[in-house]
């Protein structure tokens, strides 16, 4: 007995690095997967200097590799080269998933990019690219999926994040968009309950093809993909009940940590003015680490 067993789960992104793993690791686990990708691909600079951009080229046969893959194994899959950067894209990857197999128990959104600009940089064009991969598409799979889970008595949704908290040269663009993620998760949630479907956050530290180029070879040698794969099945599957709007980053070894919305008060009984509040802020103010304690590429040098 698989934990998916007799599932239907929709990976997007799903042709390479992270998403090709969820596609694998559902699959073993008794899933029907949709298995979803454009091929777009990437224009990166050597490890570590911090350069990885999406190009305007694609590979569409990626998401037919992975169902090959897949059916190798034994596996039951489908392929879809659906482009999620529009809400008619979202809607023709879910009419495909419910067309071949009649529903859809789990929404797996990991599709992404990674525009790297420093803010003297950035582009609009490339900054609405962001915008629309992981905020258009993420929304617009939910919506095509809404109808169809409450219809069936629930489901489950997956978003993809990032971690670091946002830290990092030139992810302005990046990160824009995938702090909106997280907001659009916690939202989901709360509209999801009434109806059991849940929806949660997976922040991802894996060794990919434009996590290698900023982040360093050194740094991402045990970012194994699995890891993430291992956090998106417990998301999907029952063992997760009752568990919904929560955000996980998960990093090799097993370490795992919660993000949340979080602060701190001060109450004063002075006068409130720019005066009395430089006087007790620079006490107050949480020091966050750099980047996880990562070393972060020499973008701003050059």
Known sequence: MGLMDGKVVVVTGAGRGIGRSHALRFAAEGAKVVVNDVGIEVKAGEPGQG???????????VAGQVVEEIKRQG?????????????????????????????VDSLINNA?????????????????????????????????????????????????????????????????????????TRDVALEGAEHNIRCNSLTPAARTRTSIPYWGTDQTENWDPNYASTLALYYASELSAGVTGKQLLIAPGNYVTEFYVDGQAMVSDEDFTPETLAARLPGFFHVEETAGRLRLPPLLTR
């Open 75 to 103: 596996g039951e899959a489908i392929a879809s080269t659906a482009d999620l950067r529009t809400f008619d894209g979202g809607r023709q990857l879910i009419d495909a998933a419910v067309g071949e197999y009649g529903r």
């Open 112 to 184: 992404g990019t990674v525009t790297v600009m420093t803010m003297g940089d950035i582009d609009e064009k490339l900054l609405n690219m962001e915008l629309q991969v992981h905020i258009v598409g993420y929304v617009g799979t939910i919506q095509a999926v809404w109808p169809h889970m409450i219809a069936q008595g629930g489901g489950t949704i997956v978003n993809t994040t990032s971690g670091f908290g946002g830290s990092g040269p030139g992810l302005t663009a990046y990160m824009a968009a995938k702090s909106g993620v997280f907001s659009v």
């Open 51 to 61: 350069i990885s951009n999406p190009i305007d080229s694609y590979d569409t046969s």
